[in-house]
């Protein structure tokens, strides 16, 4: 299809006019969800819209986002909405930024400290036009967060930033309670679906945020054309990197453009690879179709404090009660034999 055009009206790169040969796939029956409406959840949806405040949770109309606001949990995006590099499983679009804005840290952690959270996870799109990346924009939002509001926990979920030395360490000096950065996918089909990335530079970046003594955390998607023995691979060589938390999820297609679905990966593997993940060495994983890098966050990261003997702030100490989240395989398993 040498003449396709995309949506916007721009023709199509050649990857995209190869996945578009594949229709899209049907979903299989347990990737579903129903949203369940608390008092808590309606506190920060009405917070959300009376003070025009912008989430990922909301924007992207996440599922999971009754589940997280009930914890007084959410995610934000920095950067602004065009990424300088193009993944093949992403639906971020892909151009030249135009826009910076430096007041954009404090607007977040004044939008967090509006809704009252007690965890939230601030990620954002690829800087390469910008000389350290965008490293100021994440440590600057950690750093307005911990001032304004004292005992939330911050993550910070980051692109590689080219390895470059200053940019990680301008990161890690605004001491987020986790620095996560996504491996997402195996080795061997690494350069197909993260063609400016690098597994090797994505473990090393992991690994001098562990050795700068932060939690860490990564995700890995599944059903993009990797092998089980690939997962478990990837998984250790997480660990040699010093991970501590760990999430495993199902590659859903975002539209006809992107990379086709190799698999639909059924929940008792998730299940057995989120155990895996823990005899491992990780200290907290959660896994599940529907579970996604920032779902549930501070119930991992206060997991992952438990499990390294790290002390829970007293206001936070709920997060860590033993239990699973809807979107784990394990509750899924359990709803579906209950049912």
């Not at 590099?85 to 404090?106: K, L, Q, S, V």
């Not at 003594?213 to 997480?238: F, P, V, Y």
């Not at 698999?263 to 907290?284: H, S, T, Y």
Request: a negative charge; charged letters at 25%.
């Amino acid at each position: 299809m040498p003449d396709a055009v995309a949506p916007e009206g721009r023709r199509l790169l050649r990857v995209e006019a190869r996945n578009a040969e594949t229709p899209i796939e049907a979903k299989p029956d347990w990737l579903r969800t129903r949203a369940v409406v608390t008092e808590t959840y309606q506190d920060v949806r009405d917070l959300v819209r009376a003070h025009s405040l912008h989430t990922v949770c909301a924007e992207a109309n996440c599922p999971n986002v009754y589940e997280c606001w009930n914890d007084r949990e959410a995610s934000f995006l920095v950067g602004g909405s065009l990424c300088t590099r193009r993944c093949d499983f992403c639906n971020i679009a892909t151009g030249r930024p135009t826009e910076y804005d430096a007041g954009e840290p404090e607007r977040v952690a004044a939008s967090i400290a509006e809704m009252r959270l007690r965890y939230a996870t601030v990620t954002g799109v690829c800087r390469d036009d910008l000389p350290d990346g965008g490293a100021w924009l994440y440590a600057e939002t950690a750093r307005q967060v911990h001032a304004r509001l004292p005992g939330c926990g911050i993550e910070l979920l980051v692109p590689d930033f080219r390895g470059r030395e200053e940019s990680l360490q301008e990161v890690f000096s605004s001491r987020p309670e986790v620095f996560a950065h996504n491996l997402e996918t195996v080795p061997r089909i690494f350069r197909r679906i993260r063609p400016a990335f690098s597994y090797e530079r994505s473990l090393e970046v992991l690994s001098r945020a562990s050795q700068a003594g932060l939690l860490t955390k990564s995700n890995l998607i599944l059903g993009m054309g990797e092998t089980r023995a690939e997962i478990e691979q990837a998984i250790a060589d997480l660990v040699t990197a010093g991970v501590n938390i760990l999430t495993i999820t199902q590659y859903l297609r975002p539209s006809k453009l992107h990379h086709p679905i190799d698999r639909w990966v059924k929940p008792q593997e998730f299940v057995e690879l989120a155990g895996l993940a823990e005899e491992m060495g990780i200290a907290a994983a959660m896994s599940g179709p529907m579970v996604r890098s920032s779902y549930r966050s501070g119930l991992l990261w206060a997991r992952a404090m438990r499990a390294a003997g790290r002390q829970i702030p007293e206001n936070m100490l709920d997060l860590a009660e033993p239990g699973t989240a809807r979107q784990e395989a394990s509750a899924l398993l359990a709803d579906r034999t209950a049912s």
